[in-house]
C-alpha cells in the first residue's frame, strides 16, 4: 500500500548540474551524487525533487526512476513520470503499437496501480481515473491499491475538500459520495462548490443552498445567493420579489427572479441566477431559463446566446429556428446577419437558412437597395434573398439615392444602377448622387451640378444643400439662393451692408451683427430691429430675447420692447411662458412680463407633455403648462406616465402618484416599470442578506 509520510523533506539540499549537455546531481556540500549522464532529472511535469531517496531520470526521451545508490529501480520505459504524493508516482506508458495507459508505481518502482487508465488524478489517498468509451470518458475512483470505490460509468467526478467526491451522471446531476464510495445524496444538484467551513453550497435550478459534509441539507435550495464568513456563519439572500401590480394598488401575480422586462406578445424575459428564459404572463415557462442572454428580435422570436456564448434563435415556445453556431447574430427586420470568427458574415432568411453562397468580412445593415458587403477588400451589395446583385468589385460604395449608387472603382469614380450598369462612366473626381437626374461632381474650387448625360445645370464654390423640389446655395455673406434643378435662381435673400454675421431666419426674420452690436432684418435685409444689443436670440411667438447691459429682456417685431432687460438668462417663449432667472433662481413669465411662477427654483426644465419640471434642492417637482405647481419638489426623479400618473422616486423607493400628488402605489418598491401592452406596473422589492439558523 501507499503511505503519506514526510518523504518530501529529503529533497532538501540537492540540485541538479549540467555538464557536456548532460544532467547530475550533487548533494548539498556539492559532492555528485549522480554522475551527468542523463538528458533530464526530476520528473516530467517539470519539477525537481528526492523523494524517498529515489527521483525520475531520463534517457533516450524516456522516463525510469534511480535511487540515490546509482541504482535503476525502474528501467527508461515511461512516456511520463509525475510524483503525486505520499509514495505514489503516476506513469504512463505504451502497452502495444497502439495504446498508452496510465498507472501508479511506488518508490520501489513496483506497479500498485495497473496500467489499464487512459487517466489518473491522484488525490491523497484516492484517485480519479478515467477510460475513454466511444465518442467521451467515463469516470470512477479508486483507492492506491486499485479497490474500485465508484463504478467508471460517470461523466465526471471531482473532489471536495478531502472526504467527499462530486459525481456527475450523464443527465448533468451531480450527487455527493463518500471517500469509500459511498452515495450520500441523490443525483439532484446542478453544481456544487468545493467545501469551506464543513458546508458546501449546492445550486439547483438557478438557486442556492446548503448541505454539510455529511450530505444532509443545512439550507433548502432557495435563495438567490449563500455565502459563509470566515467566521463560519452563513449569510442568505432570497431572489427579488417582483409584483403585478394595477393602477388600483391590486397586485394580481407574484414571482421570484432577479429580473423581470415586459416584451411583446405577453411575455416577460426572465433572469434567475446567471440563466435566462422567457415566461408568459401566467408566469408559466415558455422558454427555459437556461440561457446566457435573452433578447427580443423579429416577432416572437428571441435571440439568445449558449453553449459557450454561441448564439442562435428560438420561437417563443423555445423551439430552436437558427442553430447556437454563431458568434454574433443581428436581427434585420426579415433577415439575420450571422457571423462565425475564422469565416466571416453570411445573411439568413426568418427560419435560419442560409441565403448567401460565400462569406463576407463586412455585411453592413441594410439600405434601400439592400446589404453592402466587403470581400477581400472590395464593395458590393447583397439583396434580402442572398444574391450578390452588386459584385464585390468596388473601392467604395455609397448609399443609394433614387436608384443610383456613386462608386469609386480602381481609383476613378463614377455613378452605377442596381444592375451594375454605368450611368456616369468613371471619372477623376468624386461625384455624389442628388436624386435621379442629378448629381454633383466635386473638384477642388468647385461643385458642379449636371444632368446624368453630363450637362452642367450649376456651379459654385460655395455650400449646398438639396431638398426635394430644389437645393440651397449659402454665400459667405449670409445670403442665400434657392435654386433649382434646371438652375434657375428662386429666391435670393438680401443681405444689409456691412453685416459681420447673419444668423438663421425664424419667424421671416434673421438675426444680424453688425458694427459688433446685435438686431434683426427682414428678409428683404432692412433692418425692423435696430442692432443695440448685446446679444439675442430667436423669434417665436413674436418674440425674440435681447440682451442690453448683461440682462435679457424680450422685444417684439416692431422693436417694441415688451420685457424689460432685467433677467440674468431668458429661454424662448412657448405656449406663451418663457424660463427665466435671476440671482441664480428660475421662474416663469408670461408675454407681458408678467411673472407666472415666482423666480425662486434652482432650475426648471421644460417637458414635451408641456409641463415643467422644478427642481429644488436636489428635489424634483411638477407645474402645469400654464405655471400652476401641481406637486411641490419633494421627490428624487420623476417618470411621467400619462392619464394623469407618474411614477415618483423617493431616496431608493418608488411609486406611484397622481399628477396631483395624491398616492396611488405606496413609495415602497426598489424598482418600479409600467408595462403599455398589459397596462400593469412591475414592482421589484430586493432581497437582503440575512443571517440564517440551518438545520
Known sequence: MCYLSSVLSFSKGYQTFEENGK????????????????????????????????????LKGFWGIINLKKVFVTPAEFESLVYSGGECIVARKKINAVFYKAGCLNLQGEIKVP?????????????????????????????????????????????LGTLRYAVENNEQKISLFDEDGKQVTDFSIDSVSSFY????????????????????????????????????????????????????????????????????????????????????????????????????????TFLAKYNSSKMGVLASNGKTIVPFSFDSLIYEKNNYRAFIKGNGWQLLNPEG???????????????????????????????????????????SLALPIDGLIAVKFKNKYGIINGNEDWIVAPQDFPLQVVNENRYMLKQTEN????????????????????????????????????????????????????????????????????????GFVDQN?????????????????????????????????????????????????????????????????????????????????????????????????????KGNVMIEPRFNSFNLLGAGLIIACQGTKCGVITDQGLSVIPIIYDRLLFSNSKNLFLAERKSEWKEMELQ
Request: a neutral charge.
Open 353 to 395: 437558412k442560409i441565403l448567401t453562397d460565400k462569406f463576407y468580412g463586412q455585411l453592413l445593415a441594410p439600405n434601400l437597395f439592400g446589404f453592402a458587403t466587403n470581400r477581400k477588400g472590395y464593395w458590393g451589395m447583397v439583396d434580402s434573398k442572398g444574391h450578390e446583385f452588386i459584385h464585390c468589385v468596388f473601392d
Open 525 to 625: 435685409g432692412r433692418l425692423v430691429v435696430a442692432n443695440r444689443y448685446d446679444s439675442i436670440g430667436e423669434f417665436h411667438e413674436g418674440l425674440a430675447g435681447v440682451k442690453l447691459l448683461g440682462k435679457w429682456g424680450f422685444v417684439n417685431a416692431s422693436d417694441q420692447v415688451v420685457v424689460n432687460p432685467n433677467y440674468d438668462r431668458a429661454v424662448d417663449f412657448k405656449d406663451g411662458l418663457a424660463v427665466a432667472s435671476r440671482n441664480h433662481k428660475y421662474g416663469l413669465i408670461d408675454k407681458t412680463g408678467k411673472i407666472a411662477l415666482p423666480l425662486r427654483y434652482d432650475f426648471i426644465q421644460r417637458l414635451s407633455d408641456h409641463r415643467f419640471l422644478l427642481s429644488l434642492s436636489g428635489l424634483q417637482g411638477i407645474a402645469d403648462s
Open 115 to 159: 496500467f489499464v487508465y487512459d487517466g489518473i488524478l491522484v488525490q491523497g489517498l484516492r484517485a480519479m481515473v478515467f477510460n475513454l468509451k466511444g465518442p467521451r470518458y467515463y469516470y470512477g475512483l479508486i483507492d492506491l491499491n486499485n479497490r474500485v470505490l465508484i463504478q467508471m460509468s460517470y461523466k465526471n467526478i471531482y473532489p
Open 447 to 518: 461643385k458642379f451640378i449636371k444632368s446624368l448625360k453630363g450637362e452642367v445645370i450649376y456651379f459654385t464654390p460655395y455650400r449646398l444643400r438639396f431638398d426635394k423640389e430644389n437645393f440651397t446655395e449659402f454665400l459667405p455673406d449670409g445670403i442665400e439662393k434657392t435654386i433649382s434643378y434646371y438652375g434657375q435662381i428662386i429666391e435670393r435673400s438680401t443681405a444689409p451692408e456691412h453685416t459681420e454675421e447673419i444668423f438663421p431666419e425664424q419667424e421671416g426674420l434673421r438675426g444680424i451683427k453688425k458694427d459688433d452690436r446685435y
Open 23 to 58: 544532467v547530475g546531481m550533487k548533494d548539498e556540500a556539492g559532492n555528485v551524487v549522480l554522475p551527468p549522464s542523463f538528458e533530464a532529472l526530476g520528473w516530467s511535469d517539470g519539477n525537481f525533487s528526492v523523494i524517498g531517496e529515489v527521483t525520475g531520470y531520463r
Open 197 to 300: 467551513k464543513s458546508y458546501a453550497i449546492v445550486y439547483q435550478n438557478h438557486l442556492q443552498g446548503l448541505i454539510g459534509r455529511d450530505g444532509l441539507v443545512k439550507l433548502e435550495t432557495k435563495f438567490n445567493s449563500v455565502k459563509i464568513t470566515e467566521e463560519g456563519k452563513v449569510l442568505a439572500k432570497l431572489p427579488n420579489e417582483w409584483l403585478f401590480i394595477t393602477d388600483k394598488n391590486q397586485t394580481v401575480k407574484q414571482i421570484f427572479a432577479d429580473q423581470l422586462l415586459a416584451v411583446s406578445k405577453k411575455l416577460f424575459i426572465i433572469k434567475k441566477g446567471n440563466a435566462f428564459g422567457v415566461i408568459d404572463e401566467e408566469l408559466e415557462t415558455k422558454i427555459p431559463i437556461k440561457y446566457e442572454s435573452i433578447s427580443e428580435s423579429g416577432d416572437g
